[in-house]
């Protein structure tokens, strides 16, 4: 059974920094290509950040390049996103997806698991 669990949400200020973290069960981060999707009330989830099968294949949202950087550990099967320069509008549960296709899906459609999210409030 596939399980993949987001932790490092919370509220801060904004200008600082979180990682989040996606432990995954059920499956071999290295052979999965992952992604980071956040959803705020009232909007639909969006694509932030993807990794695929090579570490060094990666892909940003516009809105997160350059503060964004997602990265995997294989020794830990677990999935991260560093969030630097935090800003009011990047307030929202954040999500981590799972894909056993080779590739960098950028639509939650693409991917075939899911986390239970995790709330990150950046204030002003």
């Known amino acids: 059974q596939v399980q993949l669990v987001e932790s490092g949400g919370g509220l801060v200020q904004a200008g600082v920094s979180l990682r989040l973290s996606c432990a995954a069960s059920?499956?071999?981060?290295?052979?999965?290509?992952m992604g980071w999707f956040r959803q705020a009330p009232g909007k639909e989830r969006e694509f932030v950040a993807a990794?695929?099968?090579?570490?060094?294949?990666?892909y940003y949202a516009d809105s997160v390049k350059g503060r964004f950087t997602i990265s995997r550990d294989n020794a830990k099967n677990t999935m991260y996103l560093q969030m630097n320069g935090l800003k009011p509008e990047d307030t929202a549960v954040y999500y981590c997806a799972a894909n056993r296709q080779y590739g960098l899906g950028t639509t939650p459609a693409w991917y075939d698991y899911w986390g239970q999210g995790t709330q990150v409030t950046v204030s002003s």
């Open positions: 990794i695929g099968w090579r570490t060094v294949d990666t």
């Open positions: 059920g499956l071999t981060v290295s052979s999965y290509a």
